[in-house]
């Protein structure tokens, strides 16, 4: 799967062929569409790539509306403080405190992840990815989580005080 964004909207796409597909691809899709855990999805999808451009800029989350249904399946930015780190399967997951919420960031792992050694607990990262909502059974949204495509899209900004516990005595 991968996600597809115009101006106006984001998509999740599911299909078995990804030849060619890249990021930022321009990609005709069709498929069936369905409803995904949360939006729209379009499953068992037919692509072509018709061309190769830039991505598009991320759009800035502010801590003033951090929960945006409207950015699901957007290309987002985030600053936050890394507060814990782990590997659940291939897939890395990292909690980000950005202002008063607790998110959780996520990417595959690949082969050799040394840029996940150098990004210590603490550290104030910048991530860009895919904003996905999070919903209840209701499918009403209640959080979000950012899907990193890899740890080219995490930048670390401030590396952690080296002010700690056992260095104080």
Not at 87 to 99: R, Y
Not at 123 to 150: C, H, K, M, N, W
């Amino acid at each position: 799967w991968f996600f597809l964004q115009d101006t106006n909207d984001g998509v999740q796409v599911f299909t078995s062929e990804r030849a060619g597909i890249k990021a930022g691809s321009q990609v005709r899709a069709a498929g069936y569409p369905a409803l995904g855990s949360y939006g729209s999805v379009l499953r068992d999808a037919v692509c072509r790539v018709e061309g190769q451009g830039e991505m598009p800029e991320p759009e800035i989350l502010t801590e003033a509306k951090p929960l945006d249904a409207q950015l699901h399946g957007r290309w987002v930015q985030v600053d936050g403080w890394l507060l814990d780190c782990n590997q659940i399967g291939k897939t890395e997951v990292l909690k980000i405190q950005f202002g008063n919420r607790i998110v959780d960031a996520s990417h595959l792992v690949p082969n050799s992840s040394a840029a996940s050694r150098q990004t210590q607990i603490g550290s104030r990262v910048r991530l860009t990815g895919v904003y996905s909502v999070l919903a209840d059974e209701a499918r009403t949204p209640v959080s979000f989580q950012i899907l990193v495509p890899g740890w080219q899209q995490i930048q670390v900004l401030q590396q952690p005080s080296w002010w700690k516990a056992e260095h104080a005595v």
